[in-house]
């Protein structure tokens, strides 16, 4: 096995070893064949350019990365390949500082012009009696944004509840996924009905909705698994019009679960176009499903405290009597609106005194 590095060092060896063997066709041709077997075969994209910046040989890796023909990488300049431009500089820098640049990562650009991640090994060869360089690219797309983004999960986590996290995450979702449509929803009463809590279309939030689960790819993963669909998902379900109106192609979807281990929710992300990477779109939903199904459980616990609340205030306002709470160190922390008819106070002048502290000063010591 070969890494990064060692893909760029073994093909300038033979370029090396081709230069110093002119003294017998055999052994040329032999070194020939073996450089253009490992060449072409190689695991990570290979890419050669002159001083000037034109790419002068590629490989089928590096054709399969790119999305771009053989025939269209060689009309390409070296600065093409970045996503920004200013990258490649850097790089022509730290290769007359130090000879060479090894695992330096940095976004390149596909043929469809979207950035993706890529560890870049380069060094200095001798190719065809001149100099050139020599780049070993490996797709690190998936890693980075895997990295990426569970930094900002974390962060959501860390700082976000309730609505703000709900509208975060889909965001967040959207844009580690690459996706069209992201989205989290609970399950309605009767079980048979999502509501969703935020949905991202574009990357933007959009109203929320309510839809039956019927016939719908959804239903396959509410209380179930993880369940996805490549490409073809509304044709595959051909009742559920949603998907057709909004030109759904790639379906990924997690259930949620609450601590009783009872289904709660959805977490969804959908393509107008295939799904490039479906492994990682279903871990990714995987890892945050389990913070987003906390979340709304405490969104339910905080509402249900809020109702209970609300219900001892207006108990307590229909009270005639007096009703208030100490803490621990008989300090009032809830007085009623009936203790200004009682004792002529306002609940607010007493929160943080004692009942101490109503007495006469010889009947409190």
Known sequence: KLN????????????????????????IAKNDRGYKNLF???????????????????????????????????????????????????????????????????????????????????????????EAFISSIIDINIRKNYEEGLKEIAFEELYQFGQQFFDAIVIKLYRVLNADYTFIGELTK?????????????????ENF?????????????????????????????????????????????PLFNKKND??????ALYRTPVENISFAESFLQLVATRAAVEIERTHMEEVLRISENRFRDISLSLAD?????????????????????????????IGKTPFDLMPEDESI
């Open 4 to 27: 990064d590095g060692d893909w760029v060092n073994k093909v300038g060896e033979l370029e090396q070893a081709k230069k110093e063997s002119q003294g017998s066709e055999k052994t």
């Open 40 to 130: 072409d075969n190689a695991m990570v994209g290979i890419v050669i350019s002159n001083l000037e910046g034109r790419i002068i040989q590629t490989n089928k890796a590096m054709c399969e990365i790119s999305g771009y023909t053989y025939e269209e990488v060689l009309k390409m300049k070296a600065e093409d390949v970045y996503l920004y431009p200013e990258d490649r500089s850097k790089v022509i820098k730290k290769i007359i500082k130090y000879g060479f640049v090894k695992d330096y990562q940095v976004q390149l650009k596909n043929k469809k012009g979207k950035g993706y991640w890529a560890s870049f090994t380069t060094k200095k060869i001798i190719h065809e009696g001149k």
């Open 190 to 206: 009767n079980k048979k009905a999502v509501q969703t809590l935020s949905i991202c279309i574009d990357g933007k939030i959009a």
């Open 210 to 254: 309510t839809y039956d689960l019927s016939d719908t790819p959804c239903e396959n993963v509410v209380g179930q698994s993880v369940c996805s669909y490549p490409k073809d998902v509304a044709k595959l379900f051909s009742k559920d019009k949603l998907l057709y109106q909004m030109g759904v192609e790639g379906y990924v979807g997690v």
């Open 263 to 268: 289904p709660a929710g959805i977490l969804v």
């Open 322 to 350: 007096w009703i208030w709470e100490t803490d621990e160190d008989s300090k009032f922390t809830y007085i009623s609106q009936s203790i200004k008819d009682a004792l002529g106070y306002s609940p607010e002048e007493l």
